[in-house]
């Protein structure tokens, strides 16, 4: 860290001053505190019932930024939540994807090219300015417009409500960035030095780049990384040998970019890379519809039998649409609401699976309608 560029890590995220209480306004409603549901256990907290650990069943959903019946994990359990007869759901989205499929009402929201928007960057130190450039088409309205009205019909009437989007970009970083330059130029790079840690001052009680964590040992976690074996390997092993990973596919991200035809027709169809000697022992030949399963659920894909798979691990390209599959589902029917132990994350990459050759013919992907 004390030469140009000699990081460990790509993300620059942290070093970005954004001024989250002054977005969220915690202090509007300070207690009770408002319950907070992780999103990787989606689906089975939809399905809970009310109970003192959980507290009341959740009754409602607004969904916006997200695709969660296509990207969370365990999604057999996420589909019957979100067909869950008594769940009012409301969707904002561009276009029909899995979970607008499951909403009561489906609001459209504004597109990039039609907000307000400031952007952090993820390697670099430049914050982007997103000016609209055409005005929201239709009855599009932008996120925050949506919440702006549904707070104003529910009473609510602190002047923050009133705050435009273009306001709340000028109020996310304050004093730390020039808005007058970013309007002029589009971007402003932060004041910092080439090198911020170069005579110390980490983030950390000791100021120093520590590898003991004093602060991870006091929360009853391992102060000194070390290597935790696969958490699924605990008895089943022997049922599912496959370790999956499910990197998204060249031309999607995540699940973004799976609606436009001319990239589907580059992918082809979905996908499973395995290895040569494991798709031998099980008699999967290239290009044959396999079955990927567990206890959690399947899904049907194309064997491309290949050295880009490592022996024992398979990669599940994704995350294509449900809807697109080759029988409504996808590669997170495999994958596991299991949460790690720092940060309560998903955990997609620890998940075992077998594969099997399915026996029907090879087919298409589905289209979507019109």
Not at 58 to 65: D, K, L, P, Q, T
Not at 69 to 96: I, N, Q
Not at 347 to 369: I, Q, R
């Amino acid at each position: 860290w004390r030469h140009r560029a000699g990081g460990v890590l790509l993300s620059s995220s942290g070093q970005f001053p954004a001024r989250r209480a002054e977005l969220q306004r915690p202090d509007l409603m300070p207690t009770p505190t408002p319950r907070t549901i992780n999103m990787v256990s989606i689906g089975d907290d939809l399905l809970r019932d009310t109970s003192p650990g959980f507290g009341p069943r959740i009754e409602a959903v607004v969904v916006y930024n997200s695709n969660p019946v296509a990207v969370a994990p365990d999604s057999g359990k996420v589909v019957r939540g979100f067909a869950r007869k008594d769940l009012f759901t409301v969707v904002l989205e561009h276009f029909r994807t899995d979970t607008a499929d499951y909403a009561d009402y489906v609001l459209p929201a504004t597109t990039q090219l039609e907000h307000w928007d400031v952007h952090l960057a993820y390697g670099h130190t430049d914050v982007l300015l997103n000016r609209p450039a055409i005005a929201p088409l239709g009855q599009a309205r932008s996120n925050a417009q949506i919440f702006r009205d549904l707070a104003r019909h529910m009473g609510f009437t602190a002047p923050c409500f009133a705050d435009s989007d273009e306001t709340l970009c000028r109020q996310a970083y304050g004093n730390a960035v020039d808005f007058g330059l970013l309007e002029s130029q589009g971007f402003a790079t932060l004041a910092l030095p080439d090198a911020p840690f170069a005579d110390g001052g980490f983030p950390t009680p000791s100021g120093k780049c520590e590898f003991f964590s004093d602060r991870l040992a006091a929360r009853g976690l391992d102060g000194l990384p070390a290597y935790l074996s696969n958490h699924e390997l605990q008895g089943t092993s022997a049922r599912y040998p496959l370790a999956m990973i499910s990197p998204p596919a060249r031309n999607f991200l995540n699940s973004t970019f799976v609606n436009v035809q001319s990239l589907r027709d580059i992918e082809g169809r979905p996908v499973l890379e395995i290895h040569p000697d494991d798709a031998e022992a099980r008699g999967v030949a290239d290009g044959v519809v396999v079955r990927v399963f567990n206890d959690r659920g399947s899904y049907r894909c194309h064997a491309e039998v290949s050295t880009r798979a490592r022996p024992g691990v398979v990669n599940g390209l994704g995350i294509w649409w449900r809807k697109l599959g080759l029988d409504g589902t996808n590669v997170n029917e495999v994958t596991s609401q299991a949460l790690t132990d720092l940060g309560r994350a998903p955990t997609f990459y620890d998940c075992l699976v077998e594969v099997e050759a399915d026996g029907t013919a090879a087919a298409a992907a589905p289209s979507l309608k019109a």
